[in-house]
């Protein structure tokens, strides 16, 4: 990486340093961006619940796994769900319907999920913005955020090409923070859930979840 290897003061006043650097025979301002919410971009604590590969469920309408803010100040923004299909696990799959959608209330039962933080130096995640995979009760849908199709074969071409590149992105392009985007919003007392509408135990799934907190 390269950092600015100068600067100017500026006036009026006492006179501010402002970051430069040279190229090409002259000293070039150096600027740093902001996103949407004011933050310097990439200063945010980044936070990831990771679900592994875990099996489809004969029972329609199952929640797979719910996020949650319970938080009064917290502003929870998520910025990226891949959905990683399992292709080395052999089943006779079928093409699955899924939900994503808000919810008003935080899961309850299934298992607790526990984030992981890329810079381990970064404040533990607060202990009310919480995860589970399959919770049983809780975890109330308010809004149909989108719905979508994939298919649990392991030998399906497009499902392979999925799993290959890492998984399916269920944020929307618009939303996505290399565009500028917000991502998905929970402020207190709002969170997501996934929900496997198919009724079909033939295949498995596993998701990562990424998100800061501001």
């Known amino acids: 990486m390269t950092q600015a290897n100068d600067s100017v003061l ?24 902001a996103d949407q919410s004011g933050h ?16 489809h469920v004969a029972a329609a309408s199952t929640v797979h796994w719910d996020l949650f803010n319970a938080d009064a100040a917290l502003i929870v923004r998520v910025v990226s769900i891949l959905q990683i299909p399992n292709i080395t696990t052999a089943v006779t799959g079928v093409v699955f ?31 009310d913005i ?18 979508y199709s994939l298919s649990g074969e392991e030998t399906n ?17 618009p939303l996505q923070a290399v565009n500028g985007g917000q ?14 509408v198919t009724n079909s135990a033939a295949g498995n799934t596993g998701w990562l979840i990424s998100f800061t907190v501001e």
């Not at 500026?10 to 961006?33: C, D, I, R, W």
């Not at 071409?157 to 392009?173: C, D, H, N, Y």
């Open 157 to 173: 071409a497009a499902t392979i090409q999925i799993a290959s590149q890492g998984g399916l992105e269920l944020v929307p392009e």
């Open 40 to 55: 310097i971009w990439g200063s945010k604590p980044t936070y990831f619940f990771m679900i592994p590969s875990q099996v």
């Open 10 to 33: 500026v006036t009026p006043g006492s006179g501010t340093p402002v970051a430069t650097h040279l190229a090409n025979s002259k000293e070039h301002q150096v600027t740093m961006f």
């Open 130 to 147: 919480t995860a589970r995979s399959k919770p049983t009760g809780g975890a109330t849908q308010s809004t149909d955020l989108r719905n």
């Open 97 to 127: 319907d899924w939900l994503l959608e808000r919810t008003t209330a935080a899961g309850t039962g299934g298992s607790a999920l526990t984030a992981w933080l890329p810079d381990l130096s970064q404040a533990a995640l607060d202990a």
């Open 183 to 196: 991502g998905f919003v929970l402020r207190q007392n709002q969170g997501l859930r996934c929900v496997q």
